[in-house]
């Protein structure tokens, strides 16, 4: 093989070959992450509805690059107070994924649950007037149009009624273990 | 423009790596900063999203792999014993690769983005993107093919693994959101894209650089051919399915965690055995990167790297992901690898095969220098900021502490990195002067050259 690189080349994408189907191709027949769940069809938005065009301006406008869609079964975000553990059935329709990687702000998986629509709108356009000390830019240059889809598609972020029940009884149990 | 000018390739793709390296470290002072005053420049083109995206992609597709195509078309066809394929393919491909990154660059600046981390340019620049770099590996896959060199030193096989690798990888990463079943599913296709552009990419093309490199800086044999064999195959083996950990302790089945996990920490293998034979080739050999700023460049890469190889595993365990990630921590480590590492070993190259092909000595060894020093100790600031934010952070976020007085907490760490990020921008003009001088004066010899002789003929 020291002297022949198609060897080298075939036996390369063999092993890449390996990973692919392991990380890549088995995960297309899990069910536990290709169904979704009752939360997760809240986000099937009709096309064109306020709340896709608002998930486009989310995009647009790099809002995954500081915070994430996750949440995840530990401390650190329990004890965050950000809303049910998300679940791979919870993003089977969100195309592209918003799940994100760092949090310069904080998580919205079911930022809908915490603010009404005037904080949101008033939190866009002038973020350290509603978080005092904020590191986020203002959206102010955004049009009143992008503004209420933007506004209609964090509201629309937030779990089922049953869903939220059951995380509450999580929660009351735990507390209740903890003490 | 299309020249075929000897080695013109590599020299080309150097100088256009040089100049991106500014404009892509320039938009990350500008995160960075934006961090500190969020106001600074903000509209809608150049808001904090689209200038970190541009970052991101700038650096590492812009910078970072011109540069390792750069090395190629110098190493490549010094390891074949031959000349490279096409010189004026490789001018071309240069050419259009720099179209491409130019539209993507604006495209990110204009909102459009596929979201997926390490391959954020939209879809219509993907598939550009695609053709270009399979331009370079079929001109360097045909170098390979007219060898008269039998052997094929340790640097081939990593070079030319890379080059099939990234393509691949590519594919799979950029595959149109719509056609992938679920979020989650495409969340490890866009992971099996941002991790392994830097396992099969950026650190398999670096590591085959420090192995052409060493030898060649130290004037002593690799310590052990065997060695570079079992560090190779086991990259290949294992690098290739650590996406998934990036999705740990998430909403994944704990199989495919478990299938992402259990790789990243049997990558020490891998790292032990390339590093071992790195540092035993170096024996005997430390008290020239007094006097060598390339060999310097080349062994201070080699120990970050083994730094973001030993935070690497480490953070692919649940227990310690769970604290450090989301935070300042990843950012850190994220810079390890392209800049610490790899970048490093890239000024390396350019020092060493930049003289070799125009003919005369760098213009400053004094510039060299002070490249080398604000770079270092700009990252270790840079990086020692982040490192001790993200813990603070972590823990912070454990204890329930609010997150907006979290923020607040940072901001002095945030400081010190704008700092050392300023020292690390400010390096580079070091580099880009030098080159630019060099450059200009080996023309300058040439020509008196070609006029003396004319004159005593």
Redesign the interface.
Known sequence: M????SA??I???I??M???A???I???F?Q???SATASGELRNYPEDSAEARGRDVY????????H?Q?V??????T???LGPV?????????????????????DLMWVGLKYNEDWQRQHLID?QST?????????D?LTNQELDDLVAYLMSLKPTEERLEEYQKEREEAKIKGQ | MFTDEKWSSSKNWFIAAVFWIIIGMSMGLLTATKQIWPELLNNRWTTYGHVRSAHVMLVIYAWLSMAYVGSMFYMIPKLAKTKVYSEKLGNFALVFYNIVILEGFFALLFGQTSVIEYGEFPLWVDVQLLVAIGLVAYNLFKTVGQRTEKMLYVSLWYFLGSLLWLPLTWIVGNFPAQWIPSGVQQGLMGWFLGHNAIGLWMTTVGVGQIYYLLPKLTGRPLYSHQLSMIGFWAIATFYVWNGPHHLMNGPIPSWISKAGVIPSIVLLIPVWAVLANFWGTMKGSWSQTRTSVPLRFTMAGTIFYLFACLQGPLQALPSVSSVIKFTHWTVGHAHMGPFGAFSFTSFAAIYYILPKIVGREMFSKRAMEAHFWFSTVGFLVFAFSLWIAGVVQGFAWIEGVPFLQTVLMMEPYVQGRAIGGTMMYVAQFFLAWNMYKTIKLAKLEKKQQAQQQAATA
């Not at chain 1, 020291?2 to 690189?5: A, C, G, N, V």
């Not at chain 1, 995009?59 to 500081?66: A, E, H, L, P």
């Not at chain 1, 995840?72 to 975000?77: E, H, K, Q």
């Open positions: 020291e002297r022949k690189p080298v080349l036996v390369a994408l092993l890449w390996f990973g692919v392991g990380t890549v088995l995960p297309l899990d536990e992450i290709n995009i647009q406008n790099g809002c995954q690059t500081c994430t996750f995840r079964a530990l401390p650190a975000d004890n965050q107070n998300s679940q791979g059935g919870d993003y089977k329709y969100d195309l592209p994924h918003l799940l994100g990687s760092n949090r310069t702000g904080p973020p978080s005092p000390g904020s590191i986020m830019p203002s959206f240059y």
